[in-house]
């Protein structure tokens, strides 16, 4: 990596080095078992002009994205974050048309859909894209740039609130996208993204949300820069649980934006204080992800050891991250469930542990369940309660190792 995506500054510096792993979302069918697997270097840097924190863009949205593993509507609350957050834009923007891209399977606009408002979803996945459709969602299967946007506000209109949850990190061509949102918008409307906070990111070892999908990773001091590059003004945020910390941010085309509202200034000086204004923030967050790794490789073999079962629950792309980065095989992980029929009878990527549903912990009575998507915790925890009956545990491996 040459130069910085955003403002094109070759003053990069290291954050961390996760070595070299799979996409990790390209799970492996059987019959791949035996063929090689492509890989690529996982490497955050940090550049020191616009405080961008960023991987290379070596995989291509394309490639990802085109025929996709990930259905939102699969996790409850979600789908429960989408209806409130409709809920609450809804009636206070009161907005005719809305747009969300990277829409997914439809877990947002089906709730706008309910509410009898006009709405369009822009998805580059075909197969999901068709699941949002089977709910009675309009659909777009296309990916967002300048030229869609516009052809979209051509056919349809322009929006009064673009939505784009989790697809922000997820675009190579960051200024591109951000003038597709430009397009999209009225020019007296709003824009709305979620999207990981780099702060929490950092303060909670989350180091698994670091993959090739993602490639950038925002304080609300960088979105501020990257939306402005598309004539979008960052005008307030939203500290979010979700993800383990996200952030709302909510902009508007420059002439209509006004004053940004306080909470903006309260999350900078937050990020300040924590170092990611400047470098201090990163220097030693190498080292706390390769305490993680030990801490959880040294659970497992002694687990293995002692003639313990460790499965998995679900198979995120974040646990890909985590699996391949501390080098679990199936002599520590017997395999993964999750509730995805999709990925039933797959591969985990680069780790190839088999992916079953998640019928399988009951009927095996494991001793340990090893959590891969923590940030659902407290939703896990209920789903799960049930392997107490055996005296079973569940084991979360960010932001610390912890058997509970």
């Known amino acids: 990596m040459t130069s910085c995506r955003l403002c094109g500054s070759a003053d990069l510096v290291s954050v961390v080095d996760l070595g070299s792993t799979p996409p990790c979302e390209l799970f492996l069918t059987a019959s791949q078992l035996d063929e090689p697997e492509v890989t690529y270097p996982l490497h955050l840097r940090l550049c020191t002009n616009c405080r961008l924190a960023q991987i290379p863009a070596l995989i291509t949205p394309e490639e990802t994205f085109t025929e996709y593993a990930y259905f939102a509507g699969f996790s ?147 979105a501020r820069r990257a939306l402005a590059s598309g004539g979008l003004s960052l005008v307030d945020v939203e500290l979010l649980p979700t993800h383990g910390g996200s952030i709302r941010l909510w902009a508007r085309p420059e002439a209509a934006a006004g004053a940004p509202a306080e909470r903006v200034s309260d999350v900078l000086a937050r990020e300040k204080a924590a170092g990611l204004h400047d470098l201090s ?84 009575r494991p001793d340990y369940v090893l959590v891969l998507p923590w940030n659902l915790r407290e939703e896990l925890s209920a789903q799960l309660s049930y392997i107490h009956e055996w005296g079973g545990r569940l084991v979360f491996p960010i932001p610390h190792l912890e058997v509970v």
């Not at 497992?300 to 391949?324: C, F, M, S």
């Open 76 to 222: 409850a609350s979600w789908v429960e974050h989408a209806r409130k957050f409709v809920a609450d834009a809804l009636e206070r923007l009161k907005p005719s048309f809305v747009v969300e891209v990277a829409s997914n399977d439809g877990y947002l606009l089906q709730h706008v859909v309910e509410r009898g408002v006009r709405c369009l979803g822009i998805e580059p996945s075909a197969n999901v894209g068709q699941a949002a459709k089977d709910k009675g969602v309009p659909t777009l299967t296309e990916f967002l740039t300048p030229e869609s946007g516009a052809a979209v506000r051509a056919e349809h209109g322009p929006a009064d609130l673009v939505v784009a949850n989790n697809v922000y990190a997820h675009i190579p061509d960051l200024i591109g996208f951000t003038a597709g949102l430009r397009a999209l918008v009225a020019d007296d409307g709003w824009v709305s993204i979620e999207v990981q906070h780099l702060l929490t990111l950092m303060e909670l070892n989350q180091y698994d949300t670091i993959y090739h999908e993602h490639f950038q990773y925002y304080t609300v001091e960088s």
């Open 281 to 364: 923030g990163y220097a030693d967050f190498a080292h706390r992800v390769a305490r993680v790794r030990r801490d959880l490789l040294r659970f497992l073999i002694t687990a293995a050891d002692e003639g313990k079962t460790v499965v998995g629950y679900g198979a995120p792309g974040k646990g890909n991250t985590l699996l391949n980065h501390c080098g679990i095989r199936q002599d520590l992980l017997a395999y993964t469930v999750d509730r995805n029929p999709y990925k039933h009878g797959r591969y985990t990527p680069g780790t190839r542990i088999p992916i079953v549903a998640p019928e399988r912990i009951a009927q095996d």
